[in-house]
């Protein structure tokens, strides 16, 4: 099955998904607590949601488009941390590879790509253990973020 299909079939899916949804408060903080947690290493969807949510209050989009970029956000910058933690329990030097020459050469501007499947969360991890600075890093993940969320809203209304 090709990717275009199985995302017709997910955009299909939206509004019976959205039929479960509580009102738009609860609906907005269960779419930050699922945008969190999708960004560590638990293997959640956030569009989903965030589709759910378009379906049920497409008026609600700004908000949730928000809502989704900073929950996934967080959800990253925890992760970055628990990596800057893990260079305190193992020395760098044990884990250098050419993954971590590339995001060392590269620098925070490859967080951008930290919206990928599997690839994402081991760049925020990376980027912790390298001691990355914070600032630049919060910006580029934010971006990429907002970036990705962002084709999905407007995919959404053009399927709609």
Known sequence: MTRAARAGILLSRVPDFAALLPP??????????????AATLLPLASEVWLLALLA??????????????????????????????????VDPAALASPRAAWLQRRGPPALLLAWLPFVGDALCVLAGWLGL????????????????????VWLFFQTT
């Not at 738009?24 to 947690?37: G, Y």
């Not at 600075?133 to 999905?152: E, I």
């Open 56 to 89: 049920a209050r497409p008026d609600l989009w700004p908000t949730a488009l928000a809502v989704a970029t900073v929950g996934n956000t967080a959800g990253s910058l925890t992760t970055y941390a628990l990596g800057r933690l893990g260079r305190i329990a």
């Open 133 to 152: 600075p914070a600032l630049p890093v919060a910006l580029w993940l934010t971006l990429g973020k907002l970036a990705r969320y962002a084709v999905l």
């Open 24 to 37: 738009a408060e609860a609906s907005l903080l269960a779419l930050l607590v699922a945008s969190f947690l």
